[in-house]
């Protein structure tokens, strides 16, 4: 028997799976994975990426208080609401702003790290424990948990993610109604959570055609009608959301991701699709790409493969397909800010690494020809990415940060990257022993945990003097005070400083309802009301409420009783006349 026939008898063996389960096990990887997090929260004190954060911080704060999902005093309906509803906790439990923070961020950890459990579970169908406990760990602390600390939908979208793709296993393997109907719902609640979850149920259709197909030697016509029929419900499920979605008046069904329903060029999707395909691949250490793209290749033979492993290649490249559309769109979009974006991808990074730890666990079976068009594959990527994106991904491309903070120029940074994949390429097509192409991938994964986590404490401490005088509206004129933040400076004068001074007081005090602008919308991209100054000075907005204080920088002052001034000096707190029956003129700016 040659090296291929062996090799594809190999990895034609049946899953194997854990004679007893591993809960204890499986537990004690949950709650490494939530102190790992947890502590590399403690160096970041406040929000670093906005408007995001500062989104779901008032959409969670306006549900634990009022019972509504709102932002600066007015509905937000186009917003994922599982995650500011899981933030609430945090509201109802802290004692004030600055600590509800401290409680959200320990809650974000707890909840990555729980994708532990399912990932762990995918991996026992076709790993032996320890390498599916491994699986489980590297799902829990993989360098995007350095988004435990941010205030993003990433932390409850991506357990939600992994828990989706277990169950659509388990129904491509036996595709009964209540299996369908588990994934629809496991999708449905992802939708919630996050837009981006659109694509999942067009995945696992796909993937459950594909599966049905490529098993079948012969007749494989018959074969796609019958998976056609047995999947019936989920089209079913899938034709009455398109229906029910298209009737919605007045709403745009994907939140903020409507914005990428538009037509690209082809050419800007393909150069981004293989952008972000090389940041994918610097993120995981190359090897396990191309183990992946060996097994890809591998899944279309009918006998290469076991069932199960052939299934969770198929779904992967499906869900994976998936989300890079909609990645590819917004990189495409003038709201991709010319960046890779694998913040929005890394989801389904721990099925890459079950597969590529099932090529491990098979020999590292290695056909010439595919191995090699691979491996030439992996080392030219890295050329796509474009020399912007090196000096502006940020967070959204962790991949990248470890040139970026450097200070690399961009064409010796993709030099590098390529000199990288040449050498990993190198290792994936000649290396013989296990633990060589695992270290790889497991260098790979802690240097851009590194650079991700220097990356946020840097922005951290950058912002500590702002974040340290965080709640002192709240202290003054206590939580349920109606306080309006101003912003009188004109669009000419916008210094990002002043404006994160003003985000602080949003953020970190719940007495701020709202923000008023007498320039139109800020940075943030949020609403904000908009601020008329009479040339009397008198101060006219359409608030829903009547403000009580109003807090505004001390350049600016109000004729109006000086309740408090912040630690800094910088802004000034206001008590608003309340007997005033001149709605028009909310506040009167003091002469000089």
């Given at each position: ?30 709650f ?15 929000p ?6 500062l ?50 961020q ?86 919630l ?46 034709a ?24 690209y ?7 981004w ?13 190359v ?77 590292l ?17 890295p ?9 502006s991904?940020g ?7 470890w ?47 590194y ?43 916008l ?21 008023a ?27 829903p409420?009547?403000?009580?204080y ?9 004729a109006?009783a ?14 608003l ?16």
């Amino acid at each position: 028997m040659n090296t291929s026939t062996m090799e594809a008898a190999c990895l034609a063996q049946p899953a194997r799976r854990s004679g007893e389960r591993a809960w204890p096990q499986v537990g004690a990887v949950v709650f490494v994975g939530t102190v790992v997090n947890g502590l590399l929260a403690i160096p970041i004190r406040g929000p670093r990426i906005f408007g995001d954060e500062l989104i779901y911080w008032e959409l969670a704060r306006g549900f634990a208080w009022t019972g509504h999902f709102i932002v600066r005093g007015g509905a937000a309906p186009r917003y994922g609401v599982v995650y500011p509803a899981l933030l609430a906790a945090a509201q109802w439990l802290g004692s004030d702003q600055t600590s509800a923070y401290v409680l959200a961020q320990g809650l974000n950890a707890v909840v990555f790290s729980l994708t532990a459990v399912p990932t762990y579970l995918i991996a026992s169908r076709v790993l032996q424990r320890r390498y599916a406990l491994l699986a489980g760990l590297l799902a829990a602390v993989l360098p995007s948990c350095v988004l435990t600390s941010a205030i993003m939908t990433e932390n409850a979208f991506y357990p939600l993610f992994v828990t989706s793709a277990l169950l659509m296993l388990r129904a491509l393997e036996r595709p009964s109604l209540a299996r369908q109907l588990l994934v629809v719902a496991s999708i449905g609640v992802a939708f919630l959570a996050r837009a981006q979850a659109v694509v999942l149920l067009p995945a696992f259709l796909v993937a459950a055609v594909l599966s049905a197909v490529v098993t079948s030697r012969s007749r494989r016509a018959s074969a796609l009608v019958a998976s056609l029929r047995q999947v019936a419900p989920t089209i079913a499920c899938l034709a009455l959301a398109t229906v029910a979605a298209s009737a919605l008046p007045g709403r745009s069904t994907l939140g903020p991701y409507h914005v990428l329903v538009a037509s690209y060029g082809p050419r800007s999707l393909a150069h981004w699709g293989l952008a972000n395909l090389a940041d994918i691949e610097l993120y995981m250490g190359v090897i396990p790409l191309g183990a992946f793209g060996i097994l890809l290749v591998q899944a279309f033979s009918p006998t290469a493969l076991s069932a199960e492993l052939r299934r969770l290649v198929l779904l992967t490249a499906c869900l994976g397909a998936g989300m890079f559309a909609t990645v590819v769109a917004l990189s495409a979009s003038q709201y991709g800010l010319e960046r890779t974006h694998e913040r929005n991808l890394f989801y389904f990074v721990p099925l890459i690494l079950i597969c590529f730890l099932a090529w491990l666990e098979a020999g590292l079976p290695r056909p010439r020809g595919t191995a090699t068009i691979v491996a030439i594959a992996l080392v030219l990527l890295p050329l796509t990415i474009p020399l912007v994106a090196i000096a502006s991904s940020g967070e959204d491309g962790l991949a990248l940060v470890w040139w970026e903070d450097r200070g690399t120029p961009p064409a010796h940074a993709v030099a590098e990257m390529v000199l990288v994949a040449a050498v990993a390429a190198t290792v994936f097509l000649l290396a013989r022993w296990r633990l060589v192409m695992l270290g790889v991938c497991l260098f790979a994964l802690a240097a851009a945990l590194y650079a991700g986590e220097r990356h946020a404490a840097r922005a951290g401490v950058a912002g500590r003097a702002t974040w340290r005088q965080a709640a002192w509206i709240d202290r003054a004129v206590g939580p349920d005070a109606r306080v309006v933040a101003l912003w009188g400076t004109t669009r000419a004068d916008l210094d990002y400083s002043r404006i994160t001074r003003l985000w602080a007081d949003e953020f970190f005090n719940r007495g701020v309802r709202d923000v008023a602008s007498a320039d139109g919308p800020l940075p943030d991209g949020l609403p904000v009301e908009k601020l008329k100054i009479r040339s009397n000075g008198c101060l006219a907005a359409a608030f829903p409420w009547t403000p009580q204080y109003a807090v505004v920088e001390a350049e600016s002052p109000l004729a109006a009783a000086v309740v408090r001034f912040s630690p800094s000096k910088r802004a000034i707190l206001y008590r608003l006349d309340a007997s005033s029956s001149d709605r028009s003129c909310f506040a009167q700016l003091q002469h000089r």
